[in-house]
């Protein structure tokens, strides 16, 4: 099974700030996607295939990283960007997630 | 566009049984895999386990958590998937949501809550 895992588990930033969210998988993997989820939603999709911007969502969020190691990056946080984020893999046979993170306001 | 729609959940009793549904739209279904994912209240997510499609025998693969409790199955001449809960345990109460990954990127439903508890 791959194990991923996400840090930091929480997060304190500013409306402006920019941010990044670390996923590290136990082994290599190629499908790796990011959620926002806001209380009582669903997980909404931001990124897949580890760096494709999903249809809609602002530019400001951006994945990268390949193998191992990939990150979300938050360019400058707005209001409506506090939430808990997760990263997915989806690559082999029993898909996993990160822990989460929560992105508070400081 | 695609869409998905879980139906179903509800309050049951540790022990019984419950169905749940994800009707489709959007895609041609029976070309694709299906899975359901579910999350605790206050936790994070967990993938359940998922239907292959007729192209690979309808196999299907379950997280260990749930082997041997839970079947999942397909219908594909109405574009539905069921999630067939069995002995249920107060640990698995969470939203329950089922995911297509169409041509590499997720879809997933509203979810439905089960809360088990008597």
């Known amino acids: 099974d791959i194990q991923m895992t996400q840090s930091p588990s929480t997060l304190s930033a500013s409306v402006g700030d920019g941010v990044t969210i670390t996923c590290r998988a136990s082994q290599s993997i190629d499908w790796l996607a990011w959620y926002q989820q806001k209380p009582g939603k669903a997980p909404k999709v931001l990124i897949y295939?580890?760096?494709t911007l999903e249809s809609g969502v602002p530019s400001r969020f951006s994945g990268s990283g390949s193998g191992t190691e990939f990150t979300l990056t938050i360019s400058s946080l707005q209001p409506d960007d506090f939430a808990t984020y997760y990263c997915h893999q989806y690559n082999s046979y029993m898909y996993s997630f990160g822990q989460g993170t929560k992105l508070e306001i400081k | 566009d695609v869409q998905l729609v879980e139906s179903g959940g509800g309050l049951v009793q540790p022990g019984g049984s419950l169905r749940l549904s994800c009707a489709v739209s959007g895609f041609t279904f029976n070309d694709h895999f299906m899975d359901w994912v579910r999350q605790a209240p206050g936790k994070g997510l967990e993938w359940v386990g998922r239907t292959k499609n007729k192209a690979s025998n309808y196999i299907t693969e379950y997280a260990a958590s749930v082997r041997g409790r839970f079947t999942i199955s397909r219908d594909d001449s109405n574009d539905s998937l069921h999630l067939q809960m069995n002995s249920l345990k107060t640990e698995d109460t969470a939203v329950y949501y089922c995911?297509?990954?169409?041509?590499?990127?997720?879809?997933w439903g509203q979810g439905t809550l089960v809360t088990v508890s008597s």
């Open positions: 295939k580890a760096s």
């Open positions: 995911v297509q990954y169409y041509y590499g990127a997720p879809y």
